[in-house]
Protein backbone atom coordinates (compact mmCIF):
# COMPACT_ATOMS: atom_id res chain seq x y z
CA UNK A 1 0.00 0.00 0.00
CA UNK A 2 1.27 3.61 -0.83
CA UNK A 3 1.66 6.38 1.71
CA UNK A 4 -1.14 8.07 -0.60
CA UNK A 5 -3.36 5.59 0.30
CA UNK A 6 -2.46 5.19 3.85
CA UNK A 7 -3.89 8.91 4.44
CA UNK A 8 -7.23 8.52 5.67
CA UNK A 9 -8.63 7.59 2.69
CA UNK A 10 -12.35 7.18 3.46
CA UNK A 11 -13.87 3.61 1.94
CA UNK A 12 -17.44 4.72 0.22
CA UNK A 13 -19.75 2.10 0.75
CA UNK A 14 -22.92 1.41 -1.30
CA UNK A 15 -25.93 2.09 0.69
CA UNK A 16 -29.24 1.48 -1.43
CA UNK A 17 -29.72 0.66 -5.40
CA UNK A 18 -32.92 1.69 -6.30
CA UNK A 19 -34.84 -0.02 -9.11
CA UNK A 20 -38.71 1.73 -8.70
CA UNK A 21 -38.52 2.17 -12.31
CA UNK A 22 -38.40 -1.47 -13.27
CA UNK A 23 -35.81 -1.43 -15.77
CA UNK A 24 -32.67 -0.37 -13.18
CA UNK A 25 -32.84 3.41 -14.36
CA UNK A 26 -33.31 4.90 -11.20
CA UNK A 27 -30.46 5.45 -8.78
CA UNK A 28 -27.91 4.16 -6.38
CA UNK A 29 -26.75 5.46 -3.09
CA UNK A 30 -23.51 5.84 -2.27
CA UNK A 31 -22.14 7.16 0.50
CA UNK A 32 -18.27 8.44 -1.09
CA UNK A 33 -17.22 10.52 1.87
CA UNK A 34 -18.21 11.20 5.66
CA UNK A 35 -21.52 12.98 5.30
CA UNK A 36 -21.56 13.07 1.38
CA UNK A 37 -23.26 11.31 -0.47
CA UNK A 38 -23.53 10.01 -4.54
CA UNK A 39 -26.80 9.25 -6.10
CA UNK A 40 -25.35 7.18 -8.98
CA UNK A 41 -27.00 7.89 -12.07
CA UNK A 42 -28.56 4.10 -13.98
CA UNK A 43 -29.06 5.13 -17.72
CA UNK A 44 -29.83 8.74 -18.78
CA UNK A 45 -28.93 11.83 -16.24
CA UNK A 46 -26.35 12.54 -14.47
CA UNK A 47 -24.74 11.97 -10.79
CA UNK A 48 -26.15 13.49 -8.13
CA UNK A 49 -24.29 14.80 -5.22
CA UNK A 50 -25.27 16.12 -1.63
CA UNK A 51 -23.11 17.34 0.94
CA UNK A 52 -24.37 17.71 4.11
CA UNK A 53 -22.78 20.33 6.40
CA UNK A 54 -23.03 21.96 9.63
CA UNK A 55 -24.78 25.06 8.41
CA UNK A 56 -25.71 24.07 4.78
CA UNK A 57 -26.79 21.09 2.86
CA UNK A 58 -25.88 21.48 -0.65
CA UNK A 59 -26.70 19.29 -3.81
CA UNK A 60 -24.68 19.11 -6.53
CA UNK A 61 -26.50 19.01 -9.51
CA UNK A 62 -30.09 17.94 -9.88
CA UNK A 63 -30.25 15.28 -12.84
CA UNK A 64 -33.15 14.36 -15.38
CA UNK A 65 -36.26 15.34 -14.10
CA UNK A 66 -37.85 12.19 -15.03
CA UNK A 67 -36.06 10.15 -12.34
CA UNK A 68 -36.83 12.55 -9.69
CA UNK A 69 -38.83 10.38 -7.56
CA UNK A 70 -36.26 7.98 -7.16
CA UNK A 71 -33.84 10.67 -6.15
CA UNK A 72 -36.53 12.02 -3.85
CA UNK A 73 -37.70 7.95 -2.42
CA UNK A 74 -33.52 7.87 -1.82
CA UNK A 75 -33.12 11.19 -0.07
CA UNK A 76 -36.56 10.42 2.22
CA UNK A 77 -35.77 6.61 3.11
CA UNK A 78 -32.12 6.56 3.81
CA UNK A 79 -30.68 9.91 3.96
CA UNK A 80 -33.43 10.99 6.20
CA UNK A 81 -33.72 14.48 4.57
CA UNK A 82 -36.63 16.15 2.05
CA UNK A 83 -36.28 17.86 -0.76
CA UNK A 84 -37.09 21.23 1.85
CA UNK A 85 -34.13 20.53 3.53
CA UNK A 86 -31.68 21.27 0.59
CA UNK A 87 -30.28 25.04 1.37
CA UNK A 88 -28.23 25.23 -2.24
CA UNK A 89 -28.44 23.74 -5.63
CA UNK A 90 -25.07 24.31 -7.73
CA UNK A 91 -25.02 23.39 -11.40
CA UNK A 92 -22.06 22.23 -12.41
CA UNK A 93 -22.68 23.97 -16.26
CA UNK A 94 -26.35 23.88 -18.68
CA UNK A 95 -26.69 21.23 -20.14
CA UNK A 96 -30.67 19.99 -19.33
CA UNK A 97 -29.04 16.26 -17.54
CA UNK A 98 -27.99 18.16 -14.72
CA UNK A 99 -30.31 21.30 -14.58
CA UNK A 100 -34.01 19.72 -15.16
CA UNK A 101 -34.77 18.89 -11.73
CA UNK A 102 -34.04 22.74 -10.90
CA UNK A 103 -37.72 22.97 -10.97
CA UNK A 104 -38.42 20.34 -7.29
CA UNK A 105 -36.36 23.13 -5.54
CA UNK A 106 -36.99 26.01 -3.92
CA UNK A 107 -33.63 26.52 -2.61
CA UNK A 108 -31.50 29.24 -3.93
CA UNK A 109 -29.71 28.04 -7.60
CA UNK A 110 -26.12 28.41 -7.80
CA UNK A 111 -24.52 28.52 -11.55
CA UNK A 112 -21.72 30.47 -13.15
CA UNK A 113 -22.75 32.86 -14.70
CA UNK A 114 -22.33 31.99 -18.30
CA UNK A 115 -24.15 29.00 -17.45
CA UNK A 116 -26.93 31.23 -15.87
CA UNK A 117 -27.34 33.23 -18.72
CA UNK A 118 -28.14 29.99 -21.07
CA UNK A 119 -30.31 28.52 -18.17
CA UNK A 120 -32.55 31.67 -17.49
CA UNK A 121 -33.14 32.66 -21.34
CA UNK A 122 -33.77 28.57 -21.84
CA UNK A 123 -30.86 28.88 -24.75
CA UNK A 124 -32.22 25.12 -26.51
CA UNK A 125 -29.18 26.01 -28.72
CA UNK A 126 -27.26 24.68 -25.37
CA UNK A 127 -29.30 23.19 -23.20
CA UNK A 128 -30.68 20.32 -25.05
CA UNK A 129 -33.79 20.09 -23.38
CA UNK A 130 -36.52 19.97 -26.14
CA UNK A 131 -33.80 17.56 -28.02
CA UNK A 132 -35.03 14.67 -25.10
CA UNK A 133 -37.93 16.09 -24.70
CA UNK A 134 -37.63 18.12 -21.52
CA UNK A 135 -39.31 21.91 -20.73
CA UNK A 136 -36.36 24.07 -19.55
CA UNK A 137 -38.88 27.05 -19.25
CA UNK A 138 -38.91 29.42 -16.24
CA UNK A 139 -36.01 27.82 -14.57
CA UNK A 140 -34.19 31.13 -12.37
CA UNK A 141 -30.54 30.88 -10.90
CA UNK A 142 -30.05 33.18 -8.21
CA UNK A 143 -26.62 33.35 -7.59
CA UNK A 144 -24.22 33.56 -10.38
CA UNK A 145 -21.16 32.38 -9.67
CA UNK A 146 -17.21 33.47 -10.70
CA UNK A 147 -13.78 31.44 -10.12
CA UNK A 148 -12.74 31.61 -6.80
CA UNK A 149 -15.94 31.84 -4.94
CA UNK A 150 -15.92 30.31 -1.86
CA UNK A 151 -19.57 28.58 -0.31
CA UNK A 152 -18.97 28.17 3.59
CA UNK A 153 -21.11 25.04 4.98
CA UNK A 154 -19.98 25.31 8.72
CA UNK A 155 -17.49 22.39 8.25
CA UNK A 156 -16.75 22.22 4.58
CA UNK A 157 -15.23 25.03 1.99
CA UNK A 158 -16.32 24.84 -1.74
CA UNK A 159 -14.38 26.39 -3.98
CA UNK A 160 -15.76 27.34 -7.74
CA UNK A 161 -13.01 26.25 -10.44
CA UNK A 162 -14.39 27.52 -13.15
CA UNK A 163 -13.33 25.08 -16.07
CA UNK A 164 -15.08 26.33 -19.50
CA UNK A 165 -14.74 23.21 -22.59
CA UNK A 166 -17.45 21.12 -22.17
CA UNK A 167 -19.84 24.40 -22.16
CA UNK A 168 -18.56 28.00 -21.72
CA UNK A 169 -20.30 27.93 -18.26
CA UNK A 170 -18.67 24.43 -16.98
CA UNK A 171 -17.33 24.29 -13.32
CA UNK A 172 -15.94 21.81 -10.82
CA UNK A 173 -16.77 22.64 -6.88
CA UNK A 174 -13.31 22.33 -4.68
CA UNK A 175 -12.47 21.46 -1.05
CA UNK A 176 -8.98 23.16 -0.82
CA UNK A 177 -8.29 21.88 2.39
CA UNK A 178 -9.24 17.78 2.38
CA UNK A 179 -8.50 17.67 -1.61
CA UNK A 180 -11.26 16.27 -3.25
CA UNK A 181 -13.15 17.95 -6.48
CA UNK A 182 -16.76 17.41 -8.10
CA UNK A 183 -15.72 17.43 -11.69
CA UNK A 184 -19.47 17.55 -13.33
CA UNK A 185 -18.58 17.14 -17.03
CA UNK A 186 -14.88 18.09 -16.96
CA UNK A 187 -12.90 15.13 -15.99
CA UNK A 188 -13.98 11.65 -16.39
CA UNK A 189 -12.04 8.04 -15.83
CA UNK A 190 -10.92 6.81 -18.90
CA UNK A 191 -12.46 9.63 -21.46
CA UNK A 192 -12.22 12.81 -22.13
CA UNK A 193 -15.73 15.26 -22.25
CA UNK A 194 -17.50 15.25 -25.36
CA UNK A 195 -17.18 19.15 -26.86
CA UNK A 196 -20.27 20.15 -28.69
CA UNK A 197 -21.00 23.45 -29.99
CA UNK A 198 -21.89 24.86 -26.84
CA UNK A 199 -17.86 24.38 -26.03
CA UNK A 200 -14.29 24.61 -27.09
CA UNK A 201 -11.34 22.25 -27.01
CA UNK A 202 -8.94 25.13 -26.41
CA UNK A 203 -10.61 25.93 -23.47
CA UNK A 204 -11.05 22.17 -22.30
CA UNK A 205 -7.16 21.86 -22.82
CA UNK A 206 -6.67 24.76 -20.82
CA UNK A 207 -9.51 23.74 -18.41
CA UNK A 208 -7.38 20.71 -17.72
CA UNK A 209 -3.94 21.74 -17.34
CA UNK A 210 -5.55 24.48 -14.43
CA UNK A 211 -7.05 21.24 -12.50
CA UNK A 212 -3.13 19.76 -13.13
CA UNK A 213 -2.07 22.40 -10.55
CA UNK A 214 -4.88 21.84 -7.94
CA UNK A 215 -3.58 18.94 -5.32
CA UNK A 216 -6.27 16.16 -5.77
CA UNK A 217 -6.60 13.40 -3.74
CA UNK A 218 -10.04 12.37 -5.06
CA UNK A 219 -12.50 13.49 -8.20
CA UNK A 220 -16.42 12.68 -8.33
CA UNK A 221 -17.64 12.76 -11.94
CA UNK A 222 -21.01 13.70 -13.12
CA UNK A 223 -21.04 10.35 -15.26
CA UNK A 224 -19.16 7.43 -14.72
CA UNK A 225 -16.72 6.37 -11.78
CA UNK A 226 -14.95 8.40 -8.80
CA UNK A 227 -11.31 8.00 -8.72
CA UNK A 228 -9.05 8.15 -6.08
CA UNK A 229 -5.70 8.72 -4.91
CA UNK A 230 -3.44 11.30 -6.06
CA UNK A 231 -1.44 9.39 -8.93
CA UNK A 232 -4.53 7.95 -10.09
CA UNK A 233 -6.64 11.19 -10.29
CA UNK A 234 -2.96 13.51 -12.11
CA UNK A 235 -2.93 9.91 -14.28
CA UNK A 236 -6.48 10.62 -15.55
CA UNK A 237 -5.96 14.39 -16.41
CA UNK A 238 -2.66 14.22 -18.05
CA UNK A 239 -3.62 11.82 -20.31
CA UNK A 240 -7.08 13.76 -20.97
CA UNK A 241 -4.94 16.36 -22.27
CA UNK A 242 -3.42 14.11 -24.51
CA UNK A 243 -6.50 12.72 -25.63
CA UNK A 244 -7.96 16.64 -25.86
CA UNK A 245 -4.81 17.90 -27.75
CA UNK A 246 -5.00 14.55 -30.48
CA UNK A 247 -8.83 15.62 -31.08
CA UNK A 248 -8.15 18.85 -31.96
CA UNK A 249 -5.32 18.44 -33.84
CA UNK A 250 -7.10 16.14 -35.92
CA UNK A 251 -9.42 18.84 -36.73
CA UNK A 252 -6.66 20.74 -37.45
CA UNK A 253 -5.29 18.32 -40.13
CA UNK A 254 -8.61 18.12 -41.87
CA UNK A 255 -8.90 21.89 -42.48
CA UNK A 256 -7.95 23.02 -45.79
CA UNK A 257 -6.90 26.72 -46.20
CA UNK A 258 -5.76 29.22 -48.78
CA UNK A 259 -2.42 30.32 -48.63
CA UNK A 260 -2.55 33.76 -47.36
CA UNK A 261 -1.33 35.28 -50.76
CA UNK A 262 -4.56 34.68 -52.10
CA UNK A 263 -6.30 35.67 -49.44
CA UNK A 264 -8.03 39.31 -49.92
CA UNK A 265 -6.52 41.46 -47.14
CA UNK A 266 -8.87 43.87 -44.32
CA UNK A 267 -10.13 47.38 -45.99
CA UNK A 268 -7.41 49.71 -44.25
CA UNK A 269 -8.13 52.07 -41.39
CA UNK A 270 -5.76 54.38 -43.06
CA UNK A 271 -6.74 53.98 -46.59
CA UNK A 272 -10.18 54.71 -46.71
CA UNK A 273 -10.16 56.54 -49.52
CA UNK A 274 -9.46 53.43 -51.72
CA UNK A 275 -12.96 51.70 -50.04
CA UNK A 276 -16.21 52.08 -51.55
CA UNK A 277 -17.85 53.74 -48.99
Not at 19 to 43: V, W
Not at 58 to 71: A, P
Not at 140 to 168: M, Q, R, Y
Request: glycine share 6%; charged share 25%; net charge negative.
Amino acid sequence: MTQDNKITMFQPRLIKEDDMYGKIEGYTLNLIRPNIYQFASKGAGCHIYLIIGEELNVLIDTGIISKFNSFNYLLTTEVGLRVEDINLVINTHEHFDHISSNAYFHCAIAAHRLAATKIQHTDELITKGKKWGIDLTDLKVNIWLEEGNIIDLGNVFLKIIATPGHTSGCICVYDPYKHYIFTGDTLFQGSSTNVYESGSISEYINSLQLLNTLKIRSFYPGHGNWVMGFDDVNKEIEDSIQNAKKELQAFIDKVKSKSLEYARPPPSLYKREEEDL
